[in-house]
């Protein structure tokens, strides 16, 4: 049997992940048929450059709406604070 050497280590904190690691991995799970990804008809992507103390952002989507986003990026700040921060 081979070994199998994950790209990336996903019990890692994603502190440790590059951009291209996260986009990378998001590819990974599009292709994958059994993964979310490979069936959402919409995506956005957001980047931050905190670089010299200057915070500057930048998205890129696919298939939504303005609206769409913002009612997307409400949903996700609500489950972040759900599962990662505890909140209730």
Same mark, same amino acid.
């Given at each position: 049997m081979e070994k199998v050497i994950p790209f990336v280590n996903k %019990?890692? %904190?994603a502190l440790?992940?590059?951009p291209k690691d996260a986009l990378k991995s998001a590819l990974?799970?599009?292709k994958d048929e059994n993964s979310i990804f490979s069936t959402a008809n919409k995506?956005?992507?957001i980047a931050l450059d905190d &670089? &010299?103390?200057i915070y500057n952002t930048r998205y890129i989507q696919a298939g939504m709406k303005s609206s769409e986003c913002l009612a997307l990026c409400e949903i996700t700040k609500?489950?972040?604070?759900q599962n990662i921060l505890g909140y209730r």
């Amino acid at each position: 049997m081979e070994k199998v050497i994950p790209f990336v280590n996903k %019990s890692e %904190s994603a502190l440790s992940w590059t951009p291209k690691d996260a986009l990378k991995s998001a590819l990974e799970e599009i292709k994958d048929e059994n993964s979310i990804f490979s069936t959402a008809n919409k995506i956005i992507i957001i980047a931050l450059d905190d &670089n &010299n103390g200057i915070y500057n952002t930048r998205y890129i989507q696919a298939g939504m709406k303005s609206s769409e986003c913002l009612a997307l990026c409400e949903i996700t700040k609500t489950a972040l604070k759900q599962n990662i921060l505890g909140y209730r």
